[in-house]
């Protein structure tokens, strides 16, 4: 069973208002389409499928189009963010930042620290991360699968949500 967090409030935001809603099989089509046209190597429909019991799977709307989502962990006083996508239509708008905000806010109430892995050549989300206070840990060597059959390192970042 995956541990329940009380969802952070609306907020206003480049003139329109988002909201956070957990999303479950009846929104699993249209949040896996943004996975889809997010990254090259998305995540499996079934990934999706079996986190919805056993993680914490929060997204972000704006009406009744989704926007965004995260998809998070936890065990004994750890988070980890499995997923974190902002959609290609909504990105570089600082969006990305406030929803990372309010999903670290919501994981502090089950968690005192909280992890990640991210590509080494994915500068957009390493910058917003470091930005928000992410401190590297740790590299995983050729953790991710890359273009011609290479791999890529994972970098580990780690927060301390105590101190938010
Ligand atoms: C990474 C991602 C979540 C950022 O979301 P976003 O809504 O575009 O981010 P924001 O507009 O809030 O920007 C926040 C910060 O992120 C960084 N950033 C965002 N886009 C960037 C880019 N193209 N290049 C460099 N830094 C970037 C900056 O530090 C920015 O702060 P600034 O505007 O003060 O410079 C988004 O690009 C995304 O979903 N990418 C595809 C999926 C992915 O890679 N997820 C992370 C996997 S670990």
């Not at 019991?53 to 998070?72: M, Q």
């Not at 109430?109 to 928000?132: D, G, H, M, W």
């Not at 050729?142 to 390192?153: I, K, S, V």
Request: aromatic share 12%.
């Amino acid at each position: 069973m995956a541990v329940e967090l009380v969802l952070p409030d609306p907020f206003q935001h480049a003139g329109e208002r988002f909201s956070f809603a957990t999303f479950g099989a009846a929104d699993l089509p249209a949040i896996f389409a943004i996975e889809e046209r997010s990254h090259r190597y998305p995540w499996r429909l079934e990934n999706f499928r079996s986190s919805l019991d056993s993680h914490v799977c929060i997204g972000l709307r704006r009406g009744e189009e989704w926007v965004a989502y995260g998809i998070l962990s936890f065990v004994v006083g750890e988070a980890e963010i499995l997923l974190f996508v902002v959609d290609k239509a909504w990105q570089g708008k600082g969006v990305g930042s406030r929803f990372l905000a309010a999903l670290l806010k919501a994981a502090a109430q089950k968690a005192e620290t909280v992890f990640l892995e991210v590509r080494e050549s994915n500068q957009p989300a390493i910058a917003l991360y470091e930005s928000v206070g992410f401190n590297q840990v740790g590299l995983r060597p050729n953790y991710y699968p890359a273009a011609q059959g290479r791999r890529e390192d994972a970098l580990l970042y780690a927060l301390d949500l105590r101190y938010l």
